[in-house]
């Protein structure tokens, strides 16, 4: 590959035609500028608000720039892990160095061929993904531009506090580009589809005798966020019941809804996670919600505001 010049990548954020509607254009703006208070600024003045969201969680995981004129359309997608209870697959480097020559090649063989992939190292834990901003979103976009030296952020993550039998939720993260507009997966198929989720939870699974990972088939962040959660729910349900649960918007933010599980687990009672507004819109917090409201009742909150523990670190 060619390393752009100086004046070629100043050109990679001329922003080819993506949107139409004005207010589109002032939302991806801003998106584009870190502002999330302007951001939500544009999207607070439309009148469908599902709508407006979604917008949003399309537009923040999709970055379009030029090489030498050329456009190039690039987009973040993420395939759902969950590790079973005693598993050792999510934020394990040595487990990922060996199974991700075996990864790759099963997604160059389910991808479209005129797509190129980078894949991120490593499965990350939802407690990290559920905790992106909409500019740590960004900076992996920006990371996969050609000659493009992105700083890294240091961001605030939440640690799930899980009981010993519960699975945990992560995701294998990559980023797609295309010549030909925005990147496509590939047509629903049962055959090819179970085939990606077997080899790659084969290659995850740990030792020869461990329970591999559920897997499910990459999807775009706003989809493959919820597909994860709901089933991580289920899966959870079934290992430690979930006896009630909540949902509460954070007052500094129009982003962020704290969702709190009461669990039948003596050692771990309480736990909460985080969803983002820009990753899964209001569509994707309804259709968690749903789910949740399948498998429990609604807690009752006290009145003294007791929050789950929180345990609170830097993460790069």
């Known amino acids: 590959m060619n390393v752009p ?40 003045r439309q009148g469908d608000q599902e709508k407006a969201q979604e917008a949003m969680a399309t537009l923040v995981s999709r ?26 697959v999510i934020s394990n480097e040595k487990n990922w160095k060996a199974a991700s020559f075996a990864i790759g090649e099963a997604l160059d063989g389910w991808l479209p061929k005129k797509v190129t992939k980078t894949v991120f190292n490593g499965i990350r834990p939802f407690d990290w993904v559920g905790t992106w901003r909409p500019a740590v ?37 990559m980023v797609l580009t295309s010549q030909l507009g925005w990147p496509a997966l590939p047509a629903p198929s049962t055959m090819a589809d179970k085939r990606l989720r077997d080899v790659v939870g084969f290659a995850l699974q740990h030792t020869q005798h461990s329970v591999p990972p559920l897997v499910l088939t990459p999807d775009r962040v706003q989809f493959a966020v919820v597909d994860g959660v709901c089933l991580w729910l289920t ?69 003294d505001g007791k929050q789950p523990p929180r345990d609170l670190g830097k993460r790069h």
């Open 137 to 173: 979103l960004r900076s992996h976009l920006n990371r996969t531009l050609p000659g493009n030296d992105q700083a890294k952020l240091t961001t605030i993550t939440e640690a799930i506090d899980y009981p010993d039998s519960a699975p945990r939720l992560g995701f294998l993260c």
């Open 63 to 88: 970055l379009a720039y030029r090489v030498d004129g050329r456009a190039r359309f690039a987009e973040m997608f993420l395939l759902p892990v969950i590790e079973p209870a005693a598993g050792d």
């Open 5 to 44: 010049s100086n004046a070629q990548i100043a050109e990679m954020h001329t922003h080819p035609v993506l949107v139409q509607a004005k207010w589109q254009v002032e939302l991806d703006d801003a998106i584009r500028r870190n502002d999330d208070a302007g951001m939500w600024d544009v999207v607070a």
């Open 235 to 303: 899966e959870l349900d079934q290992a430690n019941k979930i006896l009630g649960w909540s949902a509460t918007p954070i007052a500094t933010s129009a982003d962020v809804i704290k969702i709190a599980l009461r669990l039948d687990s003596e050692k771990v009672p309480l736990t909460q996670f985080t969803l983002r507004k820009h990753q899964i819109g209001l569509r994707g917090v309804n259709d968690v919600l749903q789910v949740l409201a399948s498998l429990a009742p609604v807690l009752d909150v006290p009145r």
